[in-house]
């Protein structure tokens, strides 16, 4: 069974760092694209961050850049994702997503199941 | 705000047929694709390109676009449809995405 499982999720407070993480089971994890969309309590979904297959090419939406940073360890078949600076408007739950399709058809067909992060004093 | 503009609400009787829209100029460039997301649960896609739907998904979702706005349309609504539907699409240069703002769907 292709699987994501988050994990890492906890309390920080305004101003920490946490570490999310995201292990891959049952597909060839580094033949992928990731990324990290995120989803505040009664919220719509949110894009966070994608990195490619090989870890080379990486983007973030501006809510994050130069706070996140996303990387991955295809050897072990996992994502993760440093938070610095976290501040309230980062609670969330924070899925990962594999991404597949080509040329000009992309989409995530497969999400794990979300780790909560919440960020509160 | 989102780039990508969806109804907040629609509603549906059950075994009838709806549609919900997104519109944004994203579509020119990359297909869209739509996740339905039950309370609780982690989003899952149901249709992404022209009108491709993953193993496992009903035959009553198709997916079709005209201009700007794409829209997902449910055939024969049932109660387990009931749940937030979201489009997203790659932005012109493929180095970001973005969602609609999600349109939650009531079956009566």
């Known amino acids: 069974e292709q699987q994501l499982v988050e994990s890492g999720g906890g309390l920080v407070q305004p101003g920490g760092s946490l570490r999310v993480s995201c292990k891959a089971s049952g597909f060839s994890f580094g033949r992928f694209k990731l990324n990290w969309v995120r989803q505040a309590p009664g919220k719509g979904l949110q894009w966070v961050s994608y990195i490619s297959g090989s870890g080379e090419t990486i983007y973030y939406a501006d809510s994050v850049k130069g706070r996140f940073t996303v990387s991955r360890d295809n050897a072990d078949n996992s994502l993760v994702l440093h938070m610095n600076s976290l501040m309230a408007e980062d609670t969330a739950i924070y899925y990962c997503a594999r991404e597949s399709g080509e040329r000009r058809t992309w989409y995530f067909d497969l999400w794990g199941r979300g780790t909560l992060v919440s960020v509160s004093s | 705000s989102s780039e990508l503009t969806q109804d907040p609400a629609v509603s549906v009787a059950l075994g009838q047929t709806v549609k919900i829209t997104c519109q944004g100029d994203?579509?020119?460039?990359?297909?869209s694709s739509w996740y339905q997301q039950r309370p609780g649960q982690a989003p899952v896609l149901v249709i992404y390109g022209e009108n491709n739907r993953p193993s496992g998904i009903p035959d009553r979702f198709s997916g079709s676009r005209s201009g700007d706005t794409v829209s997902l349309t449910i055939t024969g609504a049932q109660a387990e449809d009931e749940a937030d539907y979201y489009c997203?699409?790659?932005?012109?240069?493929?180095?970001?995405?973005?969602f609609g703002g999600g349109t939650k769907l009531t079956v009566l």
């Open positions: 994203r579509f020119r460039t990359f297909y």
């Open positions: 997203n699409s790659r932005d012109s240069r493929g180095e970001t995405w973005v």
